[in-house]
């Protein structure tokens, strides 16, 4: 056996017997009657390095998938905005989907000539962690906010407030990092503008108390669903988040690779998939889909995937992946895999090969993995939680669930009405096409600038 082979063999998560026999006596293989099930692997024994980046979209590659009107429309929108400076800032330039955004959103708004820079603060440790607390606990975790913390938060926005500078027409503050750069003393004609990606609909009082009079202080502020706004003094709109159909997780795929990448991790395409694609996190709740998938599973023939990544450098995603390998147990029928960050043609591959899309969250931000999966006309089931419901229309676009024997009543009903998941695919990719493309969203920013240059807003 060559050593990259043994490697990939430690590697498997589970193999039935006949696998099992026929690694380690060859021999006996060709004597199996059934056909041995395809070897199952975590990971993957190619892609192990980064592919290179790839340029971003222009404009016109928009065309073919949202029509010339709407690409036209855009043009005639950022006339008005000509020459108009435009800074973004946010708290990483790599990773998330903020910044993901940010990737495609930069050029876009550059080639319509709005003059768009991005900017990402830096700071150590000590801020990352508070700033990390700061999240969870906006978003309903408890927390007990201290004196050093709200000193350390204000040290780094301070450090970057000085060390960035703030001549622009229009500032565009993502999430609540560097919320308090607003400080910074500005030209009476200069508008700032809070872009909050997170759900702020249960915060944690004292957190929210801290950071809201710096959100005060903004001309306007953007949500990502009507249900993570807050009551404040001053404009907010509403901005879905996006996902662009040219990137790799999104654009279109041969069937060969979606073959290959099943190939690679012994996902048999005969037989129905369900795949739920997520961090290992319990807000996805891997070990209920694991849960619900059991349940369907006894009365429809399927196999579930669970592809996921960054369990091995977040402990607590090696213990709740952990917790999914106990709930799986030794059910051949279930793969899980480890992905590494820069697989987005696989994932990509992975959901168009799903029969059935699954987000079993328990609470959620937007959801982009719902939105792709719309997006490749997979019938979806996922949590009534964060702005899924915003994606799904429960019986129109998608299924919605409460439960774990909601998900696995919806799995076994979709899997046996294949005539009404696929209608479902249908409208969702139609929704996502009108309401969640990365063209709706350059759209509505140059909506937004124009309102704030025209004076609106505050
Ligand atoms: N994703 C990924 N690799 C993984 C798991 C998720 O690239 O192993 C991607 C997924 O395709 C989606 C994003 O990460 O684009 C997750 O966004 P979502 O809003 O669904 O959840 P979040 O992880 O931000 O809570």
């Given at each position: 056996m060559e050593p990259v082979e043994q490697q990939v063999h430690s590697e498997l998560v589970h193999s039935d017997s006949t696998a099992k026999d026929e690694s380690s006596n060859p021999s006996t293989a060709s004597a199996a009657v059934a056909p041995a099930r395809p070897e199952r692997r975590s990971k993957a024994r190619t892609w192990d390095t980064p592919p290179a980046p790839v340029p971003p979209p222009h404009l016109d590659d928009y065309k073919s998938i949202v029509g010339e009107a709407e690409i036209d429309e855009l043009k005639f929108l950022a006339r008005e905005l000509k020459g108009k400076k435009v800074k973004m800032v946010n708290s990483t330039a790599v990773g998330g989907g903020v910044a993901e955004m940010l990737n495609q959103l930069v050029p876009l708004l550059r080639e319509l000539e709005v003059q768009t820079h991005w900017d990402v603060i830096t700071g150590g440790n000590d801020f990352f962690e508070v700033t990390k607390a700061f999240h969870n606990a906006l978003q309903g975790s408890d927390y007990d906010l201290t004196q050093h913390a709200r000193d350390i938060f204000l040290m780094h926005n301070e450090q970057n407030r000085e060390r960035i500078e703030f001549s622009e027409d229009f500032i565009v503050i993502h999430d609540p990092q560097p919320a308090a750069l607003i400080r910074a003393e500005r030209r009476q004609s200069q508008r700032w503008v809070w872009r909050c990606h997170i759900d702020l609909s249960s915060p944690n009082p004292s957190v929210w108390g801290f950071l809201r009079p710096f959100i005060e202080r903004y001309d306007a502020a953007i949500f990502s669903s009507q249900s993570?706004?807050?009551?404040?003094?001053?404009?907010?709109?509403?901005?879905?988040?996006?996902?662009?159909?040219?990137?790799?997780?999104?654009?279109?795929?041969?069937?060969?690779?979606?073959?290959?990448?099943?190939?690679?991790?012994?996902?048999?395409?005969?037989?129905?998939?369900?795949?739920?694609?997520?961090?290992?996190?319990?807000?996805?709740?891997?070990?209920?889909?694991?849960?619900?998938?059991?349940?369907?599973?006894?009365?429809?023939?399927?196999?579930?995937?669970?592809?996921?990544?960054?369990?091995?450098?977040?402990?607590?995603?090696?213990?709740?992946?952990?917790?999914?390998?106990?709930?799986?147990?030794?059910?051949?029928?279930?793969?899980?895999?480890?992905?590494?960050?820069?697989?987005?043609?696989?994932?990509?591959?992975?959901?168009?090969?799903?029969?059935?899309?699954?987000?079993?969250?328990?609470?959620?931000?937007?959801?982009?993995?719902?939105?792709?999966?719309?997006?490749?006309?997979?019938?979806?089931?996922?949590?009534?939680?964060?702005?899924?419901?915003?994606?799904?229309?429960?019986?129109?676009?998608?299924?919605?669930?409460?439960?774990?024997?909601?998900?696995?009543?919806?799995?076994?009903?979709?899997?046996?009405?294949?005539?009404?998941?696929?209608?479902?695919?249908?409208?969702?990719?139609?929704?996502?096409?009108?309401?969640?493309?990365?063209?709706?969203?350059?759209?509505?920013?140059?909506?937004?600038?124009?309102?704030?240059?025209?004076?609106?807003?505050?």
């Open positions: 993570f706004a807050r009551q404040l003094p001053i404009p907010q709109y509403l901005f879905y988040p996006c996902i662009d159909p040219l990137s790799e997780k999104n654009k279109d795929v041969e069937e060969s690779f979606i073959q290959q990448v099943c190939d690679e991790f012994g996902i048999d395409r005969s037989r129905p998939i369900v795949t739920q694609v997520s961090r290992f996190d319990r807000a996805k709740d891997p070990v209920g889909v694991v849960q619900a998938f059991k349940q369907a599973r006894k009365y429809v023939d399927c196999q579930l995937v669970l592809a996921g990544g960054g369990a091995s450098d977040d402990p607590e995603g090696a213990a709740v992946l952990a917790e999914v390998k106990e709930a799986v147990g030794d059910d051949p029928d279930i793969i899980i895999l480890d992905l590494p960050p820069w697989c987005a043609l696989q994932i990509n591959a992975l959901q168009r090969a799903s029969t059935i899309v699954v987000q079993k969250s328990i609470r959620e931000g937007f959801g982009l993995t719902v939105t792709e999966a719309l997006w490749k006309g997979k019938p979806t089931i996922a949590g009534a939680v964060g702005g899924i419901p915003n994606q799904i229309i429960h019986k129109l676009t998608g299924a919605l669930v409460h439960s774990v024997d909601g998900c696995a009543y919806q799995i076994r009903y979709l899997l046996t009405h294949p005539d009404f998941a696929r209608q479902l695919g249908q409208n969702g990719h139609e929704h996502v096409k009108e309401n969640f493309l990365m063209s709706t969203n350059v759209r509505r920013w140059l909506l937004l600038l124009r309102i704030l240059q025209a004076g609106g807003a505050k």
